[in-house]
């Protein structure tokens, strides 16, 4: 038996390191929360810290306008391109399917032509600052593990503000401003993310190269570089992957910084193209905007690799017997252990942390030997065995150290995993032994009577069995020396 357990083992660990190299970005993404693996006790799970596959965000948010009535439309207006104050062919109605532009079209498939679009009103208030907040909401911690790229149909703005809340819009800290002049609008030296450094990635800074007027096609896009961030702990290409989990592993600001529930785009000055606002063709200033791109996954915090979108509402498939949204608490009766966040350390399969399940208390000890000595001695039986300490018995099926007994684990099921010695399986979460048998899968014999019954009971009777003659040797040793003492 022993031999055999040895060589699966054996042939497991062959297979897994044969995985292993023909499919290392697999592990390396954390995408794999547990494996099963053979045990002195059987079939068990081998828990791993895990993480949802990046995806595009924007097919999970809710945007909201602020002012509600910015969209251009109601009522219909006519706009001059901002490079040709004559070419004043744009037509903007919200009655007309054709010629509205709402804001959902800011997250729509961008492969149409002509281009679709959200946009403004045009700047007819001025001087009164024409002013927009785009709010994007998930309703639930993300990571994000690209850049955010807004593309403008107009012009760039010359001010904007790019802001993230952590508390569901509650409060608001800026991730970035952008200007044509830094001093001028926010009084702030002009900065790239070139000039950050790992002791300084976290600054705010304010950027002037994405603010220049409506030129050529690349000049259309905005971005927060999400990417040159990492690469500041994972190298340019970003293959020290390891470095940069290493430090979100043990930097709680440096993860914090990167996770959002909200994003807000602070739209706070139109393309002008000039020094000077045209007060007489106040029509060729607008805001538009044709894509917003925010590339991350669900936070999980290392308990998940899967998220879903169920009424309306984003959620982690909860692992390693967590629950919550985030996965943020342990299960009900798994407080075993404080709940912790997962760890992407040691690479490249991290640590669970799971919670634990409740144990129940541990059984009274047997009596020493001493006791023993003084049962036969001061009282002696007939038999002089029958003082010895009858063992505890086997603790019940929810103590077992072994946690494929969760709710989420499937322990026997009619295909696989099959209850053995006439046990039937109950909801795939254990299995209810007949008179005779115990174990997880009722895999051995339960005591009787003497004999093996120490051994049984102990877990020890399946690999080793003493022979009769070495036991029958050491009671009679026992014998001669109660004899000696009397």
Same mark, same amino acid.
């Given at each position: 038996?022993?031999?055999?357990?040895?060589?699966?083992?054996?042939?497991?660990?062959?297979?897994?390191?044969?995985?292993?190299?023909?499919?290392?970005?697999?592990?390396?993404?954390?995408?794999?929360?547990?494996? /099963?693996?053979?045990?002195?006790?059987?079939?068990?799970?081998?828990?791993?810290?895990?993480?949802?596959?990046?995806?595009?965000?924007?097919?999970?948010?809710? +945007?909201?306008?602020?002012?509600?009535?910015?969209? %251009?439309?109601?009522?219909?207006?006519?706009?001059?391109?901002?490079?040709?104050?004559?070419?004043?062919?744009?037509?903007?109605?919200?009655?007309?399917?054709?010629?509205?532009?709402?804001?959902?079209?800011?997250?729509?498939?961008?492969?149409?032509?002509?281009?679709?679009?959200?946009?403004?009103?045009?700047?007819?208030?001025?001087?009164?600052?024409? /002013?927009?907040?785009?709010?994007?909401?998930?309703?639930?911690?993300?990571?994000?593990?690209?850049?955010?790229?807004?593309?403008?149909?107009?012009?760039? !703005?010359?001010?904007?503000?790019?802001?993230?809340?952590?508390?569901?819009?509650?409060?608001?800290?800026?991730?970035?401003?952008?200007?044509?002049? %830094?001093?001028?609008?926010?009084?702030?030296?002009?900065?790239?993310?070139?000039?950050?450094?790992?002791?300084?990635?976290?600054?705010?800074?304010?950027?002037?190269?994405?603010?220049?007027?409506?030129?050529?096609?690349?000049?259309?896009?905005?971005?927060?570089?999400?990417?040159?961030?990492?690469?500041?702990?994972?190298?340019?290409?970003?293959?020290?992957?390891?470095?940069?989990?290493?430090?979100?592993?043990?930097?709680?600001?440096?993860?914090?910084?990167?996770?959002?529930?909200?994003?807000?785009?602070?739209?706070?000055?139109?393309?002008?193209?000039?020094?000077? +606002?045209?007060?007489?063709?106040?029509?060729?200033?607008?805001?538009?905007?044709?894509?917003?791109?925010?590339?991350?996954?669900?936070?999980?915090?290392?308990?998940?690799?899967?998220?879903?979108?169920?009424?309306?509402?984003?959620? %982690?498939?909860?692992?390693?017997?967590?629950?919550?949204?985030?996965?943020?608490?342990?299960?009900?009766?798994?407080?075993?252990?404080?709940?912790?966040?997962?760890?992407?350390?040691?690479?490249?399969?991290?640590?669970?942390?799971?919670?634990?399940?409740?144990?129940?208390?541990?059984?009274?000890?047997?009596?020493?030997?001493?006791?023993?000595?003084?049962?036969?001695?001061?009282? !002696?039986?007939?038999? $002089?065995?029958?003082?010895?300490?009858?063992?505890?018995?086997?603790?019940? $099926?929810?103590?077992?150290?072994?946690?494929?007994?969760?709710?989420?684990?499937?322990?026997?099921?009619?295909?696989?995993?099959?209850? /053995?010695?006439?046990?039937?399986?109950?909801?795939? /979460?254990?299995?209810?032994?007949?008179?005779?048998?115990?174990?997880?899968?009722?895999?051995?014999?339960? %005591?009787?009577?003497?004999?093996?019954?120490?051994?049984?009971?102990?877990?020890?009777?399946?690999?080793?069995?003493?022979?009769?003659?070495?036991?029958?040797?050491?009671?009679?040793?026992?014998?001669?020396?109660?004899?000696?003492?009397?």
């Amino acid at each position: 038996m022993l031999w055999s357990l040895l060589f699966t083992l054996q042939a497991l660990c062959a297979s897994v390191a044969h995985a292993m190299q023909h499919y290392p970005a697999a592990w390396g993404h954390y995408d794999v929360c547990k494996s /099963q693996i053979y045990t002195e006790e059987g079939l068990a799970w081998d828990y791993m810290a895990c993480q949802p596959e990046a995806t595009d965000m924007t097919k999970y948010l809710r +945007v909201a306008l602020d002012p509600p009535n910015i969209t %251009c439309g109601d009522p219909p207006e006519t706009y001059c391109a901002l490079e040709n104050p004559y070419m004043c062919n744009n037509e903007c109605d919200a009655t007309t399917e054709e010629l509205a532009h709402p804001p959902e079209l800011m997250f729509d498939f961008e492969g149409r032509n002509p281009t679709t679009f959200w946009q403004s009103t045009s700047w007819k208030k001025y001087p009164k600052p024409l /002013q927009v907040n785009l709010t994007l909401s998930w309703n639930k911690t993300i990571e994000l593990t690209d850049d955010i790229v807004l593309t403008f149909e107009s012009g760039r !703005p010359e001010q904007m503000v790019l802001e993230k809340s952590l508390d569901y819009g509650r409060t608001w800290t800026p991730y970035q401003f952008y200007a044509t002049d %830094c001093l001028d609008a926010f009084t702030m030296e002009p900065k790239t993310v070139n000039d950050l450094t790992q002791r300084t990635l976290l600054d705010i800074i304010c950027t002037e190269d994405y603010s220049r007027g409506y030129v050529w096609k690349n000049d259309k896009t905005v971005r927060f570089e999400i990417k040159d961030r990492f690469a500041l702990f994972a190298g340019p290409r970003l293959h020290n992957m390891a470095s940069l989990y290493g430090q979100l592993d043990t930097t709680k600001n440096l993860r914090d910084f990167f996770t959002i529930t909200d994003l807000r785009i602070r739209l706070l000055k139109p393309a002008t193209g000039a020094t000077m +606002v045209d007060e007489n063709n106040l029509s060729r200033y607008f805001y538009a905007i044709s894509d917003i791109k925010v590339q991350g996954r669900c936070k999980c915090n290392l308990h998940a690799n899967s998220c879903v979108f169920d009424k309306g509402k984003l959620g %982690c498939e909860c692992e390693h017997n967590t629950t919550g949204p985030d996965c943020s608490r342990c299960k009900r009766h798994y407080h075993g252990r404080a709940w912790s966040v997962g760890s992407y350390l040691p690479i490249p399969k991290g640590t669970a942390n799971i919670c634990k399940q409740i144990s129940a208390p541990p059984p009274q000890s047997p009596p020493k030997f001493n006791h023993l000595f003084l049962c036969s001695i001061n009282h !002696p039986p007939p038999n $002089p065995f029958s003082c010895l300490p009858t063992p505890p018995p086997p603790p019940p $099926p929810y103590s077992l150290p072994f946690f494929a007994l969760s709710s989420t684990a499937r322990v026997c099921d009619n295909a696989m995993l099959r209850c /053995q010695n006439g046990g039937t399986c109950h909801h795939h /979460q254990r299995c209810h032994c007949s008179p005779g048998f115990t174990g997880v899968l009722c895999e051995r014999a339960r %005591c009787q009577g003497p004999g093996e019954c120490d051994d049984q009971l102990s877990g020890r009777a399946f690999f080793h069995h003493p022979p009769p003659i070495g036991r029958q040797l050491a009671l009679f040793l026992i014998l001669i020396l109660i004899v000696s003492l009397c």
